[in-house]
């Protein structure tokens, strides 16, 4: 199933792998990770290159002018990282580039976590092998744990490497283009150890925001508009992810016997299922947001959702306060690094375009 349909699911930075300390990953894990990702820059060629081969056809060709355009905009508009990121490209023998696996605990929305060197920990772990993510997910359950495994298109280094395009962040369009460009190099542009939902939420933002810039900017009006929409409907869809969770928390914090909790977690989801359902219904095309929506519902999925939802609407309203100044945007919720995180999301709802001093980092 393809969830990019739906959500920016999954981006997994996996350099924190690569550099990892022993006692946070097994060797298998270690090695895995790491010739997956060398093997993708060792087959690095750059776009140029790959523009004037005769055996590029014109889909590709096309595309690849595309992203060029797409990259060079996220520099010269949105204040992004200028570097070589995104002017090699890779052709990938498959659809995806990674899969990654999230656990949560049957009863409880506590996430389950992986720590890594540099990057921390996460809610995540990622592979570059569909079966391995598999066989990782089947560990957990055996654990007693609920899992997501998700497709991802990209994932970035951290400006450690310079990251190369991928067939798998062509394959859905310009749109999706645009925002994965946008999503990667906002994670470059700012990363804070150990808080995963804030950086996710940071990187949609931006990527969301850039998305309607880039289309504006090329007077793509009936592509924006199809954007909007999107948008729209994704937003209604997480409002009842939010209220699902809200109400998993409050069954799973009462002192009811487990299986009394199983019996009222089956029947959130059972409601939650229909009220979607009915929503997707009236929709034109409703069914292309069924399988992010509808299917595999559990804690792991929700915790999957909220990672990459919950604090992206402070963030394009703090970066609307802000006048749409990218620059001065970024500098403000960098200053943010000095809070621990209940202050970050306590001074995002502020949506003051204000940084943050070493005198007043609690105001």
Same mark, same amino acid.
């Given at each position: 199933m393809d969830f990019l349909t739906g959500t920016i699911l999954a981006r997994i930075s996996l350099l924190g792998c690569l550099l990892a300390f022993s006692g946070c990953s097994s060797l298998g894990y270690l090695a895995h990770t790491a010739g997956g990702h060398l093997d993708l820059m060792a087959k690095r060629e750059p776009i140029e290159s790959v523009l004037q081969q005769a055996e590029t056809d014109a889909k590709t060709r096309a595309s690849l002018l595309n992203a060029q355009s797409i990259r060079d905009f996220a520099s010269s508009n949105l204040s992004l990282p200028e570097n070589a990121s995104y002017t090699h490209y890779v052709?990938?023998?498959?659809?995806?580039?990674? =899969?990654?696996?999230?656990?949560a605990p049957e009863l409880s929305l506590q996430a389950v976590s992986w720590c890594f060197w540099i990057v921390g920990c996460v809610p995540y772990r990622g592979y570059f092998e569909h079966a391995k993510a598999l066989e990782f997910g089947e560990q957990m359950k055996a654990k007693g744990l609920e899992i997501f495994v998700s497709p991802v298109a990209a994932y970035s280094t951290l400006g450690w490497f310079s990251d190369p395009l991928l067939s798998s962040m062509l394959r859905r369009g310009e749109i999706s283009t645009a925002d994965t460009i946008f999503h990667e190099l906002a994670h470059q542009q700012l990363y804070i150890k150990n808080d995963t939902?804030?950086?996710?939420?940071?990187?949609?933002? $931006?990527?969301?925001?850039?998305?309607? *810039? =880039?289309?504006?900017?090329?007077?793509? *009006?009936?592509?924006?508009?199809?954007?909007?929409?999107?948008? %729209?409907?994704?937003?209604? #869809?997480?409002?009842?992810?939010?209220?699902?969770?809200?109400?998993?928390?409050? #069954?799973?914090?009462?002192?009811?016997?487990?299986?009394?909790?199983?019996?009222?977690? #089956?029947?959130?989801?059972?409601?939650?299922?229909?009220?979607?359902?009915? #929503?997707?219904?009236? =929709?034109? /095309?409703?069914?292309?947001?069924?399988?992010?929506?509808?299917?595999?519902?559990?804690?792991?999925?929700?915790?999957? $959702?909220?990672?990459?939802?919950?604090?992206?609407?402070?963030? $394009?309203?703090?970066?609307?306060?802000?006048?749409?100044?990218? /620059?001065?945007?970024?500098?403000? %919720?960098?200053?943010?690094?000095?809070? *621990?995180?209940?202050?970050?999301?306590?001074?995002?709802?502020?949506?003051?375009?204000?940084? $943050? *001093?070493d005198a007043n980092v609690a105001q």
């Open positions: 052709e990938l023998d498959r659809d995806y580039v990674t =899969w990654v696996v999230f656990a939902e804030f950086n996710e939420a940071f990187a949609t933002a $931006i990527a969301r925001a850039g998305v309607r *810039d =880039w289309l504006r900017s090329n007077e793509k *009006d009936e592509l924006l508009a199809r954007y909007e929409q999107s948008v %729209v409907r994704k937003n209604k #869809i997480y409002s009842q992810i939010q209220q699902l969770r809200k109400q998993l928390k409050e #069954i799973y914090a009462t002192s009811s016997s487990n299986d009394e909790k199983r019996t009222q977690k #089956i029947m959130a989801i059972d409601e939650y299922r229909k009220t979607v359902a009915t #929503i997707l219904s009236k =929709w034109e /095309h409703g069914d292309r947001y069924r399988a992010w929506a509808l299917e595999e519902m559990n804690n792991a999925k929700l915790n999957a $959702i909220s990672t990459y939802q919950e604090l992206t609407s402070e963030f $394009i309203a703090l970066l609307e306060v802000c006048g749409k100044d990218y /620059h001065k945007f970024y500098q403000v %919720v960098a200053s943010m690094q000095k809070l *621990d995180k209940q202050q970050r999301r306590d001074y995002l709802g502020k949506l003051k375009c204000r940084q $943050i *001093d």
